[in-house]
T-cell receptor, first 117, second 112 residues
């Protein structure tokens, strides 16, 4: 149980385009989903927290207009990187917590590697 | 002061030995603690959670929590080369949304 998927696993895009990343909980209802980014050899940086049906809560320093998060259902959240630039290239990872196991545990998706040219 | 601190390592141990990974946290009233393992290029995977003072064992892994000292550790018995990874300590601070604060991780290298 507690499987979280992400799509795509890898994406290359041109500077100025937008990229959408999907995060799905496959076998449980995710009342809360989290989006992280991670640079090489660095720790996870929480970008935002989203609850189903509510606006996302962004961490300090994260531009909400650049990183659009939608949590439309209990199994799906999306992160859209708008007008991507090379400095947005990173490893984006979602996690979910909810009805699987204890409700505090976060289960991570496999991540999406974004490269902006 | 960082909220969750870990020694970055690398911690090098021989195969079969016990690896001891340590973590300290600053929020005295934190109640929930987690250990994740992250292989290079992959996302974190949960090893175990611990909520009460004392030890919690799961197979070769033992988590130890001491809230008075604000300290949580992970012991890996009979370390294997496949245990070589970065181990992330995470603490749930008081407040909403179940968000976790992660340490920077300790890189473990188990050599044959």
């Amino acid at each position: 149980g507690a499987v979280v998927s992400q799509h795509p696993s890898r994406v290359i895009c041109k500077s100025g385009t937008s990229v959408k990343i999907e995060c799905r909980s496959l076998d449980f209802q995710a009342t809360t989903m989290f989006w992280y980014r991670q640079f090489p050899k660095k720790s996870l940086m929480l970008m935002a927290t989203s609850n189903e049906g509510s606006k996302a809560t962004y961490e300090q320093g994260v531009e909400k207009d650049k990183f659009l998060i939608n949590h439309a259902s209990l199994t799906l959240s999306t992160l859209t990187v708008t007008s991507a630039h090379p400095e947005d290239s990173s490893f984006y990872i979602c996690s979910a917590s909810g009805t699987s196991g204890d409700q505090e545990t976060q289960y991570f998706g496999p991540g999406t590697r974004l490269l902006v040219l | 002061q960082k909220e969750v601190e870990q020694n970055s390592g690398p911690l090098s141990v021989p195969e079969g030995a016990i690896a001891s990974l340590n973590c300290t946290y600053s929020d005295r009233v934190s109640q929930s603690f987690f250990w994740y393992r992250q292989y290079s290029g992959k996302s974190p995977e949960l090893i175990m959670s611990i909520y009460s003072n004392g030890d919690k064992e799961d197979g070769r892994f033992t988590a130890q929590l001491n809230k008075a000292s604000q300290y949580v550790s992970l012991l890996i018995r009979d370390s294997q080369p496949s245990d070589s990874a970065t181990y992330l300590c995470a603490v749930r601070p008081t407040g909403g949304y179940n968000k976790l604060i992660f340490g920077a991780g300790t890189r473990l290298a188990v050599h044959p």
